[in-house]
Nanobody, 126 residues
Framework: QLVESGGGSVQAGGSLRLSCAAS????????MAWFRQVPGKEPEGVAT???????YYSSSGKGRFTISRDNAKNTVYLHMNSLKAEDTAMYYC??????????????????????WGQGTQVTVSS
């Protein structure tokens, strides 16, 4: 089970921290990720982090978002700064047991991830 929290409404330029706690199959959580989706669009892989701390960021989050994880708590975080109206979306965390080697040439895709949270809404007003 993956349970996200921390979403909400914020003004542009503000910050939010999303959390996702994993339970039940944490041995599979080699790679933890945050995706986001707006209605009518494909999900976007925003950031990933391996259990060794290697990270990936999409171009939309690079420089503004920071992904981190606490392996002892089986929790992944997404710190979002300088939020923009276009960051408004439902944010989902996901885990997979793969190598978690993502890049701009090989970005994370929905089909690579096995388990998903229920999502937490982030709304940024301009």
């Amino acid at each position: 089970q993956l349970v996200e929290s921390g979403g909400g409404s914020v003004q542009a330029g503000g910050s939010l921290r999303l959390s996702c706690a994993a339970s039940g199959y944490t041995y599979l959580a080699i790679c933890m990720a945050w995706f986001r989706q707006v209605p009518g669009k494909e999900p976007e892989g925003v950031a990933t982090i391996s259990n060794g701390g290697n990270t990936y960021y999409s171009s939309s989050g690079k420089g503004r978002f920071t992904i981190s994880r606490d392996n002892a708590k089986n929790t992944v975080y997404l710190h979002m700064n300088s939020l923009k109206a276009e960051d408004t979306a439902m944010y989902y965390c996901a885990i997979e047991s793969g190598a978690c080697v993502y890049s701009d040439y090989f970005p994370p895709r929905v089909q690579y991830f096995t388990y998903w949270g229920q999502g937490t809404q982030v709304t940024v007003s301009s």
